[in-house]
């Protein structure tokens, strides 16, 4: 790793940073200052709620309403959207540009001919991203934690609230080995910035439309959405082996391939 | 015999079924100011890249300083300088910003007096932001940032765009002091006019290919000269068929111009005995050369 392309890259992307680091806290603080309200008129939203076509409320992630009466199910459930999918279109950006910019802005030419090697770009850029992923969901989970405290009515299960934590860092990490890789293949240089948000909401989207219809139950699994497990109210909540092999063992093998293939790649400007 | 400062052997680069170079062979050594010209697609840039590692060959190899440009490109890279043709710093950074970043990727003492001097030399204000630079202003900071690690070999890619007439100078002057000192330039452009007064060899490169490589002043006397000739004997125009006579120009009052590749003896044969008013036998300007090698 090269600390001075890295100290640079942390310079660079830290207004980014800065800015959905406010965005995502913003959006669980306000989620979250509803819950009083919410366990003060119980009855009736649980009323009204009932109304909503159960498909339509499954897409939201609400299969059972006794999970929102819950301090950390209401956390999971509302802000799933902002640290999961929020999250990993973060990750993803970050990680499709972070080698590519330097070829679409033309800049490359002057770090590619410094005295430094292919894989400590890479792994200074990977250093970058990993820590700015890291850094997001640390801010972000303390938002949430702190919220919790502040709104709950009843003691929450904090083994609960970090496996739920670890499984949002997991998946975004993902992400950012999918634009990492995604970002490595592209042969001429061009901002992949929309076709990254696009796959992040793409599979998303599938996620949850398998588990509306149990026709679709199977087409969840080829979305990451699936192996992150949100059921934070479960008893048995936990982290599962074979999701965290998912996790770790996908990300390790695009990142693999990324890394081989960018110390091989043709750079133009 | 000492190691080549660059050693080109066979090396090709293809773009799918494009041709990029073709088993380029090229040997440049220590201290030398070597021309690299061509037009636009002929090659240069390509070969640079190769040579920065910023492309891999199909095939051959390249070795600076008597190492793999590929294997030990990081070694290669603290002891050359590069000015890319057309390449933007970092935007958001203001130039000192910009150069302190990349003069801390080399083993550098006085780094910071190095950066003043050089911006002192070509009047570059250090506190404006990159984006707010002018193309001349840009390619001043290339220059800066090449030679602020005093490299053993300098790179340049049409060095000289968008600079003015007054910082060519100096820039170029810098360069011959520098060159004084030990320092190989290997210097590609396709303005043959800069080339001719810089260089001491030069390869001519035409569709990946080197199609010519020879000392400039070689290259000037070696075969073609530029042939006027002033008559009164309409014959001489009509019966110009002699071996080496290219791209005739018939000018106003029975002048006429060309290139000629052939022989003096076949060409003063030719014109005894003609009724001649004037006879001017010149070398032609490196644009006339290298057209010459285009067209042929």
């Keep these: 790793m090269n600390r001075n392309l890295f100290l640079k890259e942390m310079r660079r992307n830290a207004s980014?940073?800065?800015?959905?680091?406010?965005?995502?806290?913003?959006?669980?603080?306000?989620?979250?200052?509803?819950?009083?309200?919410?366990?003060?008129?119980?009855?009736?939203?649980?009323?009204?709620?009932?109304?909503?076509?159960?498909?339509?409320?499954?897409?939201?992630?609400?299969?059972?309403?006794?999970?929102?009466?819950?301090?950390?199910?209401?956390?999971?459930?509302?802000?799933?959207?902002?640290?999961?999918?929020?999250?990993?279109?973060?990750?993803?950006?970050?990680?499709?540009?972070?080698?590519?910019?330097?070829?679409?802005?033309?800049?490359?030419?002057?770090?590619?001919?410094?005295?430094?090697?292919?894989?400590?770009?890479?792994f200074s850029k990977l250093a970058v991203l990993l820590l700015n992923v890291f850094l997001l969901n640390l801010v972000t989970s303390l938002a949430g934690f702190i919220c919790i405290e502040l709104v709950k009515r009843a003691p929450f299960s904090i083994g609960s609230f970090l496996i739920l934590s670890t499984y949002t860092l997991l998946l975004n990490i993902l992400f950012a080995a999918i634009g990492l890789f995604i970002s490595t293949l592209i042969k001429r240089a061009k901002p992949v910035t929309t076709f990254s948000i696009g796959l992040v909401l793409i599979l998303y989207f599938i996620y949850t439309l398998s588990k509306i219809t149990e026709s679709a139950s199977k087409i969840g699994y080829i979305s990451p959405f699936r192996f992150a497990n949100v059921d934070a109210i479960n008893p048995y909540y936990s982290?599962?082996?074979?999701?965290?092999?998912?996790?770790?063992?996908?990300?390790?093998?695009?990142?693999?391939?990324?890394?081989?293939?960018?110390?091989?790649k043709d750079i133009y400007t | 015999m000492s190691t080549p400062m660059i050693d080109i052997t066979d090396l090709s680069k293809f773009y799918g079924k494009a041709r990029g170079i073709e088993h380029l062979n090229l040997e440049i050594n220590e201290g030398e100011i070597f021309g690299f010209i061509g037009p636009n697609g002929a090659g240069k840039s390509t070969t640079i890249r190769i040579l920065m590692n910023m492309i891999f060959p199909t095939g051959g190899s390249a070795r600076i300083m008597g190492m793999d440009v590929i294997r030990e490109t990081k070694k290669i890279k603290s002891l050359v300088g590069y000015i890319p043709s057309d390449a933007n710093a970092y935007s958001a950074m203001d130039?000192?910003?910009?150069?302190?970043?990349?003069?801390?990727?080399?083993?550098?003492?006085?780094?910071?007096?190095?950066?003043?001097?050089?911006?002192?030399?070509?009047?570059?204000?250090?506190?404006?932001?990159?984006?707010?630079?002018?193309?001349?202003?840009?390619?001043?900071?290339?220059?800066?940032?090449?030679?602020?690690?005093?490299?053993?070999?300098?790179?340049?890619?049409?060095?000289?765009?968008?600079?003015?007439?007054?910082?060519?100078?100096?820039?170029?002057?810098?360069?011959?002091?520098?060159?004084?000192?030990?320092?190989?330039?290997?210097?590609?452009?396709h303005i043959l006019g800069e080339v001719q007064m810089f260089c001491k060899r030069v390869a001519i490169i035409k569709e990946g290919k080197i199609i010519q490589l020879e000392d400039i002043d070689t290259l000037r006397k070696k075969q073609l000269k530029k042939v006027s000739i002033e008559f009164t004997d309409q014959l001489i125009k009509e019966n110009l068929t002699i071996p080496g006579v290219e791209k005739v120009i018939t000018g106003p009052d029975n002048i006429i111009s060309f290139m000629y590749s052939g022989t003096l003896n076949d060409l003063v044969g030719f014109l005894s005995g003609k009724k001649l008013i004037n006879l001017m036998i010149e070398e032609p300007s490196l644009d006339e050369i290298f057209m010459h090698y285009y067209k042929n």
């Design chain 1, 16 to 122: 980014s940073l800065m800015i959905w680091m406010i965005v995502i806290t913003f959006l669980i603080v306000l989620t979250m200052s509803v819950y009083r309200t919410f366990m003060d008129n119980q009855s009736k939203i649980v009323g009204m709620l009932s109304l909503i076509p159960k498909g339509a409320l499954q897409f939201k992630g609400i299969s059972n309403f006794n999970d929102l009466l819950s301090v950390l199910g209401f956390y999971s459930v509302n802000n799933i959207i902002y640290m999961m999918v929020l999250g990993s279109i973060f990750a993803i950006v970050l990680s499709s540009n972070i080698l590519l910019k330097e070829e679409y802005n033309k800049t490359a030419e002057y770090l590619l001919t410094r005295p430094v090697n292919r894989s400590e770009i890479f």
């Design chain 1, 239 to 264: 982290l599962e082996f074979w999701h965290l092999a998912y996790f770790i063992g996908i990300s390790l093998l695009l990142t693999g391939l990324s890394c081989r293939l960018y110390i091989r």
């Design chain 2, 95 to 189: 130039v000192h910003e910009f150069l302190t970043y990349c003069i801390r990727f080399y083993q550098v003492e006085n780094g910071e007096k190095r950066i003043t001097e050089l911006s002192e030399l070509f009047e570059l204000d250090l506190n404006r932001k990159i984006d707010e630079l002018s193309l001349g202003n840009r390619k001043k900071v290339s220059i800066v940032q090449s030679l602020m690690h005093s490299p053993k070999l300098l790179i340049l890619d049409e060095p000289t765009t968008g600079l003015d007439p007054l910082m060519q100078s100096v820039f170029f002057e810098l360069l011959r002091s520098e060159n004084k000192r030990g320092m190989t330039i290997f210097f590609s452009s």
